[in-house]
């Protein structure tokens, strides 16, 4: 029995089923590669699902964690750091607009957050509804999986005592016909990850901000995968030029160290009184010096045009495989789509070929890999990938 088969076998003795098995136990990692316990290296193509964005063992965000952790690991809310102001600071200005930040832990803290200000800007307005999208992924959580429109992983769950309607993704005639006086707000994803990565339409989100705007409900934009350099820009919505009322963050916004983050214009921020909400963690000063680190390395080594680049490079590259119909988004998030539901077997042979993705639905095969790759390491992925879709679709003529 490998180390490997001892530490999954221990793995399903000690911890709850919720994840399954997982196939691969990692134990360190540098730059895009991954190693496991037993010695075989990987390319991490998947990032900790957006999380990873410059890598393992990055030397600034190790720098930066191990001096906070030296000298302030913790302080509750009850005391404030330096760190969580500059942090703040730094996020109002690379959202370009006026407002306020709440500091969490993660992305479904985020949004219920958000989902609160939601709820204090109804209340008393006989604004009670919330509007959502179908196949759209906002946490796990009680009150962000009440507005998470992936009903296999909602209806277990249910009732939530609110009252949500599920509108189809994209469709700016149906978002308009269920926003009225009635919603208190609208959560959309500029880009639906959890879905294959879906981008939104041209113009959607500005038929959104112009919806909510008409009826006074609030804009909130779920940027936790799509922001930070996922579209090679800090935030997606930026490229239709419209202002949220909230913006969630979280993902790639520390590199690896659990945080997340609520924008909000000055008015909805407002709503937040002392004492309404709160989070012991939330804020912490070691996830701050990495959130800052991550900002500094990814404007220092430019790594939005790095990106940007390559990703150019992987659809050409990837779209010319007839067993490909379409690589969707930006940059290098990206969903690739197959001509068969095989996607799920494809990311197993990516294993033992020696790289890491995942399989959102049957037929896409979903990418996120650290903004600090390069264009060698994208090559072999794309190679890689051939080769896993050469023993699960067959050729023409039966299977190579």
């Known amino acids: 029995m490998t180390y490997s088969e001892q530490i999954k076998t221990r793995y399903e003795a000690a911890l709850m089923g919720n994840y399954g098995l997982p196939p691969v136990a990692l134990r360190e990692g540098e730059g895009r590669t991954v190693t496991d316990v037993d010695g075989n290296t990987y390319l991490d193509m998947i990032g900790g699902i957006a999380v990873s964005s410059l890598g393992h063992n990055h030397p600034a965000l190790v720098e930066a964690v191990s001096q906070q952790a030296a000298r302030l690991a913790h302080t509750s809310n009850l005391f404030f750091h330096e760190k969580e102001v500059e942090l703040a600071e730094k996020l109002l200005e690379l959202w370009g607009n006026a407002g306020r930040v709440f500091l969490c832990n993660s992305g479904t803290e985020a949004n219920e957050a958000a989902l609160k200000l939601a709820i204090l800007h109804g209340a008393g307005a006989g604004k009670t509804r919330i509007v959502a999208t179908e196949n759209g992924f906002h946490g796990r959580t009680l009150g962000a999986l009440s507005i998470t429109g992936k009903a296999a992983i909602r209806e277990p769950f249910a009732p939530f005592g609110r009252d949500v309607v599920f509108v189809p993704y994209g469709d700016a005639d149906a978002l308009k016909a269920a926003v009225d006086e009635t919603v208190a707000a609208v959560f959309l994803e500029p880009t639906q990850g959890e879905t294959g990565v879906v981008p939104s339409p041209a113009g959607y989100l500005t038929a959104a901000r112009e919806l909510t705007a008409e009826h006074g409900a609030l804009l909130v934009l779920d940027e936790i995968q799509s922001g930070f350099g996922r579209t090679g820009a800090w935030f997606a919505h930026h490229a239709e030029g419209i202002v949220p009322d909230i913006v969630t963050l979280a993902k790639g916004l520390g590199g690896g160290v659990p ?70 988004g930006q940059a290098l998030w990206r969903g690739i789509n197959l001509t068969e539901p095989v996607a799920a077997e494809a990311v197993e042979r990516l294993i033992g070929l020696g790289v890491l993705a995942n399989a959102p639905r049957p037929d896409t095969v979903r990418i996120a890999p650290p903004l600090t790759i390069t264009e060698s390491e994208l090559d072999a992925f794309c190679d890689k990938l051939i080769e896993a879709l050469d023993l699960v679709i067959p050729a023409p003529g039966g299977r190579p």
């Open 259 to 328: 945080i997340g983050a609520v924008l909000a214009t000055e008015a909805t921020a407002s709503l937040f009184t002392k004492g309404t909400h709160g989070s012991t963690f939330g804020g912490n000063p070691i996830a701050c010096a990495a959130s800052l680190a991550v900002i500094d390395t990814i404007e220092r080594d430019h790594l939005f045009e790095n990106v940007l680049a390559l990703g150019e490079r992987l659809g050409a590259r990837l779209t010319a495989d007839p067993r490909v119909t379409e690589v969707r």
